[in-house]
């Protein structure tokens, strides 16, 4: 069965915001809209996302990384959101695996939100409604948008080019090859969920040294040495006061 | 659920200015509101992409700091206090006001423009007053870099080069750089990283960009240039350096006059025609540089030699090869940066055997200026950025200038993989423009033009000075004190107006500049000197008209504010003239087009390009009005299509001619707007392959350059390794320049012309060591969040959900031995004043340095946030604390890089200290009251749904 999924690159994410800020000027006009925001220029201003981007870093200075994690429904294979729904409002869509919320049955009641190990639900205090990503699913089969433009909105407009979307059980989807080729990881394996969005990881590039140190690099270029010698200059590191 | 086509009636190309890239955009609008606004795939610059700043656009539309009328000053300046007035009568007034200090003399009319996309319109109006004092914001924001790198090479960072993304194989980017720019550096990054290039960041923090490094050197703030230096020590050590590039493009072989006392010390050797020389090794002789290439001369680099008029040279190379060795040592420069000499020396071992030992190579055959024809194009893929952390220091100057020398060794200046000029980039170094030179403001005359104000003096003759010496500039630009300030200095314009030094102005015009907050340095005293009276209680700076969109701190502060229309709701021409839109491959340029009506959502706002024409109409000021009085532009659209600098050259570059059919030059096209819009807002023209590389010495792009009058002649565009320029203002400081200007006699200002115009880069401690030392032992500095770079927008409802309030980063270790703790308060203290603020230990700031993002921390009350707003109260603004002056040796300067003026902000240096009180409040606090329409604006629930 298809299940569409965002596939997300690590190694490339600069936690720009991007991808939740035009996420929030889609969604909030088009089909699932509005995404309702609080006290907007008052002390705390909230809202609802749909995406939101968390930083983290590791280690000790100065071996220390940082990662962005954008984060969004992920639109769990075994979604716990949807049994646990008394009114059946979350659904699983068995065509391309998207889960949704029918707004006209949500109560509000929160049961999703309590179930979601990843804390990708959002309530919307206005509407009284559980609100979330919908993977743009009033672009992406929209068919008066052209062909390559029926894609989520935040996969369209990183500028980090971090997002890809597609169908995860298709072999021959971008996303299927990204997933295997860059060892694609989920969120919280263990918990049985599933998650359809996969991460790509860091790696990090280096510079091989080691051949053009065996034959090139050697600290003897004569014209170096020339001016050395004619300014009786050291140049030496234990000469340093 | 319906899906389908019901998100826009209408679908619009044009600009983004949520910051300051230019990205193409296309919006939808329905009725007559925003729905949706989306990178343009088509634009070379984004395509298709847009950042987090350019979604948000929507709310920038309907924030409710808009202002919405004229407004003229009611209450004391700050109070808030104001009236709306009709626009006809705002305009008489800023007509009467801007006319009667015109004719008392057009000095008294300061026309500062900050944020200003449309510099040489602006500059240009500035010019028909015949004012002297126009400039727009570089000399707080990167005029370091970009003179250092203009002077250099021709061109630079940012505007005027990037990386070359697509072919580049290891790129380094060292400073506070990030957004500059924004989606172009991100796409390119990651299209590098996909390649499998290696990207390492240089900075006293890992953040953002960082993140995705592949290796993050940490750096103490102020010291990049050593770190430079040090790398330029190794390559050269290990003979990584591309000596072909620098014999043939370079003047680092001409040989330099070692005749110290007397006025020919540190001036290249020339022959009788006034042609530098070369010492050739094969002829054992002295030659013309200019026949290096032709008589296939092999120029010393390295040696001393006797002329036949018994003058000693060296070449410029030697004497630069002598500092490496003695001075920057990797050892050496690990005691100044704190980067470990191993790191150093192996970072220079894998830029330069990937420089010079990477198999690219583009087949792609050319011709060079000297006639050779090449059958490919050598790659050099590695590359370099660098902003504002390099630019924000007093050493920042010869810091960006080490890293022009720095690409040149490496000989990846515009080679595939380097870092690529951006048309109409380069140019040649000579025929930079130059500030035009008076020798006393009388010959300053109302309606009599001005200009140009801007540019590279050559020496010291060029400047702006009078008989005595004196600045003739308000912002003492292009004096002894900031000789080749390039982009003049808009920090100094509001306290050298306070203090009426070096005279009193009556009209100080503000466009889009947040001069009364984030863009200046000691708030508290700029505030003081805004509103400060004289004894008859009138204001010492008399008059301030502010136009800007928005209900900021500076408006706040202003006695006639005309709002400006939003980018969405006006004309406006992203220009060749100005710094370019362009990119690598090609020249860009491009229009924004109202596609709203501000009117239907109640704002009686226009666009500063139509109040401009008219009150340049009004003043009756030549270029504005024909012989007959009559007024020459209907309107700024008209303006744009019709308005010619010279003869064919006007705003707008493509689709020129009367029939649309010639592009750079032609005749004013009637239709050229609309040819605009049908091509999606933007004007590209793509160069040949060929012509794509090595510009600076590519005989079919400097042709067609000049065919389109982008250069002025054919000739190489030899690059300044040594910078001879910067020694006659050395000559000048020792009191051995033959010309007509001489600098004061002021010891100060003297050491500082002989000690830093160096034409050789050096790296020296910022000035802040000198006078704050141990007692302030941290580096203070700010950046801006990717979120709201270069934004006028912190106030926008959805950026602020990202951050609405800033905090100060430091490392744990070094809070831990000032007992403080994660989250406590403190107080952050220079030696100008102090702000108190919260902590937030994170291990990705290395331990001499505290940070915060700037431009979050508001004045309470403006920008449309209520009072509680925690912009006001738990944020803050660190430029509180950032001095605005210096004291050397008892003489007072404005605080900036004594070569161009660049503010060094990044040089502020304070104590931290847990705070007594930990009341979570700012201090000091600041206040305005909101316009009374803002507050009925600000609404609990925004539910955006058009």
Redesign the interface.
Same mark, same amino acid.
Not at chain 1, 9 to 18: E, P
Not at chain 1, 28 to 38: H, N, V
Not at chain 1, 141 to 145: K, N, R, V
């Given at each position: 069965m298809p299940q569409y999924a965002l596939v997300i690159?690590?190694?490339?994410?600069?936690?720009?915001?991007?991808c939740?800020?035009?996420c929030?000027?889609?969604n909030?006009?088009?089909?699932?809209?509005?995404?309702?925001?609080?006290?907007?220029?008052?002390?705390?201003?909230?809202?609802v996302?749909y995406n939101r981007i968390f930083?983290y870093?590791t280690?000790?200075?100065?071996d220390?990384?940082?990662?962005?994690l954008p984060k969004s429904c992920l639109h769990c294979q075994d979604a716990p959101c949807v049994p646990v729904c008394p009114t059946g409002a979350s659904y699983k869509r068995e065509q391309d695996g998207i889960v949704l919320v029918n707004y006209d049955d949500c109560i509000g009641c929160k049961l999703c939100a309590w179930s979601c190990p990843y804390g990708c639900r959002e309530y919307d205090e206005?509407d009284k409604v559980m609100k979330k990503c919908t993977l743009c699913?009033?672009r992406i089969?929209?068919?008066?948008?052209p062909p390559?433009q029926r894609k989520p909105?935040c996969v =369209?407009?990183? &500028?980090?080019?971090?997002r890809f979307f597609g169908d995860i059980e298709d072999p021959n989807s971008e996303v299927y090859k990204a997933i295997k080729e860059r060892n694609g990881f989920v969120l919280f394996p263990d918990m049985g969920t599933n998650p359809a969005n996969h991460y790509l990881p860091?790696t990090?590039?280096?510079?091989n040294?080691e051949e053009?140190e065996k034959h =090139?690099?050697? &600290?003897d270029?004569p014209?170096?040495l020339?001016?050395?010698k004619?300014?009786h200059?050291s140049?030496?590191?234990e000469e340093?006061s | 659920m319906e899906i389908g086509g019901s998100f826009y009636e209408k679908k619009y190309y044009s600009t983004c200015y949520m910051c300051a890239c230019r990205c193409g955009i296309e919006v939808y609008v329905r009725n007559n509101k925003v729905t949706y606004i989306k990178g343009n795939e088509d634009h070379p610059l984004n395509k298709g992409v847009l950042c987090a700043k350019g979604s948000s656009g929507i709310m920038k539309e309907y924030s409710p700091a808009r202002l919405r009328k004229p407004l003229l000053r009611t209450g004391p300046r700050g109070s808030g206090q104001f009236k709306e007035i009709e626009w006809d009568e705002a305009i008489d007034i800023a007509v009467k006001w801007i006319k009667e200090a015109l004719e008392k003399g057009p000095h008294r009319v300061a026309f500062f423009t900050g944020r200003d996309q449309m510099q040489a319109i602006n500059g240009w109006f500035a010019g028909q007053m015949g004012t002297i004092n126009w400039a727009a914001h570089g000399g707080f924001c990167s005029v370091n870099v970009a003179a250092a790198g203009l002077l250099s090479t021709g061109y630079s960072f940012w505007e005027f080069g990037d990386p070359d993304f697509e072919h580049t194989k290891y790129f380094m980017m060292i400073g506070v750089a990030e957004d500059h720019s924004s989606n172009p550096f991100k796409l390119g990054i990651q299209e590098m990283k996909r390649r499998g290039g290696k990207f390492v960041v240089v900075n006293p923090v890992r953040w953002a960009y960082g993140a995705i490094a592949d290796e993050w050197i940490p750096i103490k703030p102020g010291t990049d240039g050593a770190f430079i230096m040090g790398l330029m020590h190794v390559l050269f050590k290990y003979n990584l350096v591309d000596w072909r590039f620098l014999r043939e493009q370079t003047n680092a072989p001409w040989l330099v006059i070692q005749a110290p006392g007397t006025p020919k010390d540190g001036l290249f050797y020339r022959n009788e025609e006034g042609k530098p020389m070369v010492f050739d090794k094969r002829s054992k002789s002295f030659k013309p540089a200019d026949r290096i290439v032709p008589d296939d001369l092999d120029p010393a680099f390295i040696g001393e030699f006797e002329t036949p008029e018994g003058y000693k040279v060296r070449p410029a190379f030697d004497i630069f090869a002598e500092r490496l060795i003695k001075d920057y040592s990797p050892e050496k420069v690990e005691k100044i940066t704190g980067i470990p000499a191993s790191t150093i020396e192996r970072v220079a071992k894998e830029i330069g055997v990937t420089a010079l030992y990477d198999p690219l190579e583009l087949p792609i055959e050319w011709t060079d200026v000297w006639g050779r024809k090449h059958k490919t194009m050598k790659g050099r893929p590695v590359s370099f950025h660098i902003m504002r952390g390099i630019a924000s220091h007093s050493n920042g100057f010869q810091t960006a200038r080490a890293v022009f020398l720095l690409k040149m060794m490496l000989g990846c200046a515009d080679a595939p993989g380097g870092h690529l000029a951006k048309p109409p980039y380069p140019k040649h170094i000579d025929t930079l423009p130059k500030p035009k030179k008076i020798k006393s403001l009388d010959e300053l005359e109302y309606g009599k033009f001005y200009g140009p104000h801007l540019g590279f003096p050559q020496n010291p003759d060029d400047l702006l000075v009078d008989k005595e010496g004196r600045p003739l500039r308000i912002d003492r630009a292009y004096s002894w004190e900031f000789p080749i300030a390039a982009h003049g200095c808009i920090q100094n314009v509001i306290p050298s107006a306070y203090k009426k030094d070096p005279y009193e102005i009556d009209v100080l015009i503000i466009y889009m500049a947040n001069m009364a907050w984030n863009s200046s340095q000691n708030i508290p005293y700029i505030l003081e000197a805004l509103t400060a009276t004289d004894a008859s209680g009138n204001y010492v700076i008399p008059k301030i008209i502010t136009i800007d969109a928005f209900y900021s701190e500076q408006v706040a502060y202003s006695d006639l504010v005309l709002p400006d229309a939003t980018y969405l709701e006006q004309y406006f021409a992203l220009s060749l003239l100005d710094r370019p839109p362009s990119v690598a491959s090609g020249p860009v340029d491009a229009l924004r087009i109202p596609v709203v009506d501000p009117k239907k959502e109640g704002y009686d706002v226009r666009g500063w390009g139509d109040v401009m024409v008219e009150i340049g109409t009004k003043l009756k000021l030549p270029g504005f009005v024909n012989e007959d009085g009559s007024p020459k532009y209907k309107d700024f659209k008209d303006f744009l299509i019709n308005w010619e600098i010279k003869p064919g050259v006007g705003a707008l570059a493509g689709w020129r001619g009367k029939n649309g059919d010639k592009h750079f030059v032609g005749e004013p096209n009637p239709k050229q707007i609309e040819m605009y819009i049908k091509n999606k807002g933007f004007f590209y023209y793509r160069l040949p392959e060929h012509m794509r590389y090595y510009r600076h010495i590519n005989k079919d792009y400097l042709e067609w350059a000049k065919s389109v009058g982008f250069v002025t002649k054919t000739e190489p565009i030899i690059m300044n390794f040594y910078l001879e320029s910067l020694q006659t203002f050395r000559l000048a400081g020792q009191g051995l320049w033959e010309g007509e200007n001489q600098p004061p006699n002021d010891p100060v200002l003297r050491e500082r012309l002989v000690k830093y115009f160096d034409p050789l880069p050096f790296w020296y401690p910022p000035f802040e060591e000198e006078v704050s030392g141990d007692e302030y032992p941290f580096y203070a500095f700010t950046q801006r969040p990717q979120w709201m770079y270069h934004s006028w927008d912190s106030q926008n409802a959805w950026l602020r959900q990202i951050s609405s309030r800033n905090y100060l980063y430091m490392n744990p270790k070094t809070a831990e031995k000032l007992g403080i703790k994660h989250l406590d308060w403190v107080w952050v203290e220079s030696r100008v004043g102090k702000v108190k603020c919260q902590v937030f230990l994170t291990e990705t700031t290395e331990p001499n340095s505290v940070w915060t993002w700037n431009a979050i921390g508001k004045m309470a009350g403006a920008w449309g946030l209520k009072p509680e707003a925690e912009e006001a109260h738990e944020g803050f603004l660190l430029n509180h604390v950032v001095p605005h002056s210096i004291k050397i040796n008892g003489k007072e300067v404005y605080y900036g890089d004594p070569i161009t003026g660049h503010l060094a902000w990044f040089d502020t240096k304070v104590k931290v200290y847990k705070a007594e009180d930990q009341e979570p409040k700012t201090y000091p606090e600041f206040k305005v009251e909101p316009l009374p329409y803002i507050k009925e604006r600000w609404t609990e629930v925004l539910r955006y749904k058009p």
């Open positions: 690159d690590l190694n490339t994410c600069v936690g720009c915001h991007a939740a800020t035009n929030k000027e889609w909030t006009q088009a089909a699932f809209g509005p995404l309702s925001d609080f006290d907007p220029y008052g002390k705390e201003p909230t809202g996302w930083t870093e280690g000790e200075f100065p220390v990384q940082v990662f962005h206005a699913i009033d089969y929209d068919e008066t948008l390559e909105a =369209l407009t990183c &500028p980090a080019k971090a860091r990090e590039t280096k510079v040294l053009f =090139l690099l050697r &600290p270029n014209l170096f020339e001016v050395v004619r300014h200059v140049h030496k590191a340093v | -």
